[in-house]
């Protein structure tokens, strides 16, 4: 069976990212190694407490992983936020989008009632886009 | 201070648009979220996204209103006011023009779309909003 471990976004500046992750989604650090011989490489990943999968805030590289070029183009990419969407759920919607709320998460939509569920949105500093849904079974179950 | 590039300024406009769509708000409000003065603001956003602030605002709520009447009973009157236009007239000059048909003929011509429950809100905005490059409004922007 295949099952995913782990997964990418690209991140404007990892500690900026790390402090939103973990400090305003509660996600938790998994790992968060610096490789000397590999340019200073920072393999830093975080994920959501009782789950397997991890995501790397992976740092936008420079060449010669990276041309300059692409380079800017990912990073210019990622602020007008087409790089990447995580699609999250939650048990209750209205809470999740209070408690994120609360501790400083910008949503780009509150929750609303959709076919599937109640749904809402927002976006890493980076500009990454989460949707945090109440999916329409959990919530009749 | 992190690095953010400048168009992570102006995607905070653009997400003021999806977010807030329904109240009056204008290209104004929107160069204010960017943190940009109106006119370099009109310029950046096009140039980042390909079209003017202005019709990105306006087509958001074309596409929000074809939504309600596809999926809800309410007068053509409300759904102009509810996605943020005031007058019924305009709203009707510029759906008939975007969409090939007034509203009350575009939602004849929907049945309720139950087979479209499972897509996610964002990517039914997303592939919904219209394309147009012609809006009489731009011109005014595109050259003041």
């Known amino acids: 069976m295949l099952k995913i471990a782990t997964t990418q976004l690209w991140v404007h500046d990892q500690d900026e990212a790390l402090a939103f992750y973990t400090e305003k989604l509660g996600m938790e650090l998994r790992s968060d190694v610096t490789v000397a011989e590999m340019g200073n490489f920072r393999w830093l990943t975080v994920g959501p407490a009782g789950q397997e999968i991890s995501v790397v805030l992976m740092a936008i590289p420079g060449p010669p992983v990276m041309d300059a070029v692409t380079a800017d183009q990912v990073r210019e990419l990622a602020g007008k936020g087409f790089a990447g969407t995580v699609f999250l759920t939650t048990e209750d919607c209205e809470a999740s989008y209070e408690e994120l709320g609360a501790r400083g998460v910008e949503f780009t939509e509150r929750p609303e009632e959709r076919p599937y569920g109640i749904d809402s949105a927002f976006r890493d500093p980076s500009g990454n886009h989460f949707r945090l849904t109440q999916v329409r079974e959990l919530a009749e179950r | ?144």
């Open chain 2, 1 to 144: 201070m992190a690095f953010v590039p400048p168009a992570r300024h102006l995607l905070r406009a653009k997400d003021l648009a999806d977010a807030r769509y329904f109240e009056p708000l204008d290209v104004d409000d929107l160069a204010r979220a960017a943190g940009l003065s109106r006119a370099h603001f009109s310029r950046e956003f096009r140039r980042a996204f390909g079209e003017s602030p202005h019709a990105y605002l306006l087509t958001r709520r074309l596409e929000r209103a074809a939504a309600l009447l596809r999926t809800t009973d309410r007068s053509v009157a409300d759904v102009c006011v509810s996605v943020g236009l005031q007058s019924v007239g305009s709203f009707t000059t510029s759906f008939t023009r975007t969409f090939g048909v007034s509203p009350t003929a575009y939602r004849a011509a929907f049945p309720p779309a139950a087979v479209h429950a499972l897509i996610p809100a964002c990517v039914v905005h997303a592939y919904s909003r219209p394309q147009r490059s012609t809006f009489r409004e731009d011109s005014v922007t595109t050259h003041g």
